[in-house]
Structures are given as structure tokens and as C-alpha cells.
């Protein structure tokens, strides 16, 4: 049985385009078990008719496709998937196609009105994917497969809050076999990839979606993240970036997963997702951020959102504004550069309190700067709720995230601002930051 692991396309030229984790174990879990996988990327390779040829040469049974994040590294558009998909259906009527990711975990239904999907699988998708092929294969039923939802059992699985499959390991879905998508395309673009040592989150800040798609903590083994790395290093991958949403949340892990690359001396540098709140440990997180430095690390990654401590405490950060001014000067001293992440237009946020940010976001002086306009994401309590928080999203169009238009116009504002106004912000905020 041929199954197609297909990343579906994106609607600009400059995007990231990074290997999809997800599909890849799923795939690697499969070709294990003899079924023929391949794996089609195009959001890397941008041309739709030569990929619709080779999907269609390709002959499959099944394909398995992510519904990520409606934005991924704010380029990725799920409109762009679901285009792509009804055309493709058309000259594979009867192939299987089931989704997976966030928004086929919080939109299933959603996701099912469209004729083109045959399931979806809600949370932790690789080891239900793979039962769900092995009983196509047999022509059994998927109905009972943890996780999954189709039409014939939406009414009554949705009710079901612990319908998901559950991992207890990370190395339950073992060592990703990256070559089942094309490797030297990838590198061609970038030469870093991305790996994992565990899901999950100690916090729920409520405009993250990602936390509540990784709703439990789950780990990967030191021996299984080494092999995967030198896996990326013989594939000639320069550097990795850790997806963890917190690669420091277990800060006694962080550091055995640190000695551990130090002990095998890779050739990799690496980045990871990191809280500010690593200041509060003795001295001040340092002696794990120098074990990181000395491991590799070049980057991390923090989300410090707001100059505001009321904004900081109204969306459950756990954080307050001076933490990223410690945490930068710690890093200084290191050697180890910070991307700091800010998020405009949240709740109770205004005018003045965007400038304040952008100010403290100056006076930072980060290696790397983001700020993002807040988007009210499906699954979270600003995307399920925003009328409960103030959001005021354009038209009250609950399915924006099917649109094209989103992703040039600002989704919703709050009560100090409307979203237009929003937008012109988040353009000033920019303009602002170039002229330091």
C-alpha cells in the first residue's frame, strides 16, 4: 500500500521552510512496517503542477497531510492546503486523505465539511496514523482508533475529551528517517533542520495554541536524541533548532542533554525555544547556559510579548518586564545570542502600550527582534472565547483562518483599537526598531 506524507504549499516565495517532523516519524514508523512512503514538500519546492504529477505517478492509497498551524514562522496559510487538496481529490478520487495537526485537532469538524477529507486525527497524530493505515490495509475499520474522528463518529468522539492517543516516550515513534523527504533540496535552502528532545509545556499563556496541541509532557531519551542528531550531521545539516517549547522547562535534563553532546563533540551548533524565567534559578540560570554554550548553542529564542506587567500577568506569562533585560545581560556575558519575541495587540493592550514595548524592545537591543500582532488562534482561549477577552476580530468572521486576506490584513483589534488601526501599529513598530 503506497502512502503520500504531503506538506502542503504556502503562499509566499521567502518563507522558512523547515522538514516536517510530524509526517516524517509517521513516515519512518510505516516504511518500517513495509508499506511504500514518500514523502512531497510544497511549501519547499513551489511548483504545484510538477507535484501534483509526481503525487498522482506516486499512485497513493493514503495520504496524510498536516493542518498545522494556521501560520507557521507567519507565513503558512491553511486556505493555501485546502485549495491545493480539493484539486488533487479531483484526480485521486479515491484515495484516503486524513489531516492532522492543530487545526484538525481544534476544528475537526470544521475540517470534516470538506469532502475532500476522510479523517482527521486529533492531538499526538503518529502512532493513530499508523493503525489508521495498517486497517485500510486490512479494510478494517478506523472508527475505534484512538484519536481518530470522521464523519461517522464526530457526534460521539468529540464528547470524548480523552480521545487522543497518548505517548508515554517520545522514542515510542523512534529515530525520524529524514531521507523520506528530499534531503538536498532542503539543504540547498538551509542548513540547519529541526529536532526534538520532548512536547509540552509547564505554562498556558493564552494566546499559545501550540501548549494546549502538546497538552501533556512527554520526553525523548538522550541516547535517542544523539542518534538523531548525528543522523542530521551525516546528512550534512550545519545546526538544529529544538522545537521544545521550552528546552530549559526540566533544567536538570537540560543539562545531561547538554553533557551528552559535549561528550560526542557534534559538529552541530544549535538554537532553542527558552522562558525568560530561567533567571529565577540559582545563579541566575548561568551555569546551565554556559553548559548549553559549550554544547553548541548559539541562539535562543524567548517570548517576552510585553513592556507591560499587567498585560505579562493578564495572559499568564509568569513573567514581569525585567526579566528579559537579566536574561539578556546573562547571555551577553556568555556568548549566546537572543531572538526576543514580542506580541502586540493583546487584551487591555493600547497606543501607548505597543510604543512602551517597542521602546523596551530598543532598549534591549536584542541579536534578533520580532513583534507580532496577537492572532486569536483556534483552540485557545483567545480563539474560542475573544468576545470573553475583548477581542474584537474583523466582521466577526469566526473562520478567518480559511480566508486568503488574513494574511495581509490584521484579523481582529480589542476595545482600545480596531484591527486596521492594530495593523498600522504593528507597520510603525518596525519602521521604529530599523531606526536604532
Partial sequence: ??????????????????????????????????????????????????????????????????????????????????????????????????????????????????KFIDAVIRYTPEIPAVMLCEALQESFSVENIRGVITRNNLTTKLKDLQWFYRLKSLDELGVPDRTIFPVEKYLQKDTETVAECSRGCNHRCLFCQRSRYHRYNVEKSIPYIIEDLKNCAKLGFKSVFFTDLDFVRDVERAKQICEALNQEKLSLQWACNMRADIIQEKDGGADLLKLMKAAGCYRVFVGLESASDEILQDVNKGISQDYGIKLKHILDEIGIKLHASFLIGLPNDTPQKIMETVNYAKHLNANMTSINALIPMPGTPYGDQPEKYGLLINQNDLLWFEKDDFMHNQVCGNKSMSASELQELHKKAYKDLLLV
Wanted: with cysteine; hydrophobic share 40%; aromatic share 10%.
Fill in 1 to 114: 500500500m503506497n502512502v503520500a506524507l504531503i506538506n502542503g504549499p504556502i503562499p509566499y516565495e521567502n518563507a522558512i521552510t523547515h522538514m516536517p517532523l510530524d509526517l516524517i516519524y509517521i513516515g519512518t514508523m510505516l516504511k518500517n512496517k513495509g508499506f511504500k512512503v514518500q514523502g512531497f514538500d510544497l511549501a519547499l519546492e513551489r511548483n504545484e503542477k510538477q507535484q501534483t504529477k509526481e503525487i498522482i505517478e506516486f499512485s497513493p492509497d493514503i495520504i496524510i497531510t498536516c493542518f498545522s498551524r494556521v501560520l507557521f514562522d507567519g507565513v503558512r496559510c491553511l486556505k493555501s492546503s485546502l485549495d491545493f487538496f480539493e484539486r488533487l481529490k479531483i484526480n485521486l478520487p479515491n484515495t484516503y486523505i486524513c489531516a492532522i495537526g492543530e487545526q484538525a485537532t481544534f476544528r475537526p469538524e470544521r475540517c470534516l465539511t470538506y
